[in-house]
């Protein structure tokens, strides 16, 4: 399809993105503090972090009647389009609450309410055919296979959350939409679950064989790894002074990671490796405030200065051996 065909959105900004996942309402609690529900989800944390580097970045999601219209433009205030997100009156939100161990680094879910997202069918707006990328945040995967098959064109790159919630509850709906993206991002725990493996060289190369050509495998405070058959490359995390909310980092690393990508259009090995250091920095902001706080105020030095500090993390001269 020539790009000039494709349609534009009520901003009059072709769309390039479409990011799919709950727009949620969240409670949380961690060891210095607890919060009421707030705007949460997967899409929430993934736009708000991608639309610091695309402008056509549209949702496609529902809530229910219950979800403050406040919320909604908060997203449309960072230029992420919501045609795309259906609102019934009549329903509730999706409803997340979860835990976080002393350390942080494991979670415990409490309550998930799919409310209206139980039976969801998306409708993909006009205005969003043509993009060229797509992100299948966590949602659940019949609504993930859903939206691929609406699109008229195949996008260029398809990538995919999930969670071991999917994984346990819609196994084969989860194998069906993994055989039909680019790119799979999950956690290493659910690394080992999908492929049965401890070692995550070895689930990795079993994964992929499932579909995707790309395997990025999240390790929260120990960075990540990306994965394709024949190379590897490791993203450190951060060492941060503050970590107050870990939730919604993996979604603000997607953010990133795709919306980096779609801003350079390239979506070889190499260019993923910088998007990976970008959806890295994201997932860093986003832990050191409770929820969204941090990733609705960021400015672009903040976040040059960040993708910097993890440039000279690791950055070292080569050795003379001789
Ligand atoms: P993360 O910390 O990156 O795993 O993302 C946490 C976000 O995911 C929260 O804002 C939740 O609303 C959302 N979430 C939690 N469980 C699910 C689920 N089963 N499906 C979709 N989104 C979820």
Known sequence: MNPHDTKVSQNNI?????????????????????????????????????????????????????????????????????????????????????????????????????????????????????????????????????????????PKLIVLDTMNFWIDNTPADLKRVISMVDVLTINDSEARELSGEYSLARAARKILTMGPEYLIIKKGENGALLFSAEKMFFAAALPLEEVFDPTGAGDAFAGGFIGYIAKTGDVSFENMKTAIITGSAMASFCVEKFGTANLVSLTKPEIYNRIQQFAELVRFADMDIT
């Open 14 to 154: 072709r769309m390039n993105l479409i990011i799919v996942g709950t727009v949620a309402f969240d409670a949380i609690e961690t060891p210095f503090g607890k919060t009421d529900k707030i705007i949460g989800g997967a899409a929430t944390y993934i736009s708000l972090a991608a639309s610091y580097f695309t402008a056509g970045a549209g949702v496609v999601s529902a809530v229910g009647g219950d979800f403050p219209r406040e919320y909604i433009s908060l997203l449309n205030d960072h230029g992420v389009n919501t045609d795309g997100l259906e609102i019934k009156e009549k329903e509730k939100s999706f409803f997340w609450s979860g835990r976080y161990n002393a350390d942080m680094n494991s979670r415990e879910t409490l309550v998930t309410e799919l409310n209206v997202i139980d039976g969801f069918k998306p409708v993909i707006p006009d205005s969003y055919q043509g993009a060229e990328f797509l992100m299948l945040g966590n949602l659940s995967p019949d609504i993930q296979i859903a939206v691929i098959e609406q699109l008229t064109t195949r």
